[in-house]
């Protein structure tokens, strides 16, 4: 039986069992990029549904260019929506991560996707979870280096 929530967009994996001993197949592992800081281009962003909290978030995926030893190794940054916002509040994620991209906003100006979109940022990342199952974060844009 499939909760409301997990029908409004949540990521559902089939279970395809191979074998008595399979579990399930990993599809993607998060990296572990031991910097404060990294330059990076964000390849992609999209807008994800997470039931468990009932929240709709913009993840921002940024691959490393910079430290080459880390270069192709791909960080999100998640950014948190909320649908009655007219528009986001200065202290928001969305606002702060705006201005960078743009280097300053004004009134009425819209943002979008190609303000970030194949653009390299300087970004300041941490590490979310802990052991073996810890991963890099972007926790905030810094600058804007290239676009």
């Not at 909320?82 to 994620?93: H, I, L």
């Not at 280097?103 to 819209?110: N, P, S």
């Not at 974060?137 to 676009?147: A, D, F, P, S, Y």
């Amino acid at each position: 039986m499939t909760s409301k929530a997990g029908q409004q967009g949540s990521r559902v994996v089939p279970f395809e069992r191979t074998d008595d001993d399979t579990l399930c197949t990993i599809e993607e592992v998060p990296a572990l990029v031991p910097c404060k800081e990294v330059e990076a281009v964000c390849r992609d962003v999209e807008k994800v549904y997470y039931s468990p909290y009932q929240q709709e978030k913009w993840v921002f995926k940024f691959s490393v260019v910079v430290p080459e030893q880390y270069a192709g190794n791909v960080v999100p940054m998640f950014v948190r929506v909320v649908k009655s916002w007219k528009t986001p509040p200065k202290a928001s994620k969305l606002f702060k991560i705006a201005c960078v991209a743009s280097g300053g906003l004004r009134k009425g100006q819209l943002v979008t996707k190609s303000m970030f979109l194949n653009k390299m940022f300087r970004c300041q990342l941490r590490q979310s979870g802990k052991g073996p199952a810890a991963y890099t974060v972007v926790e905030k844009i810094l600058e804007k280096l290239t676009g």
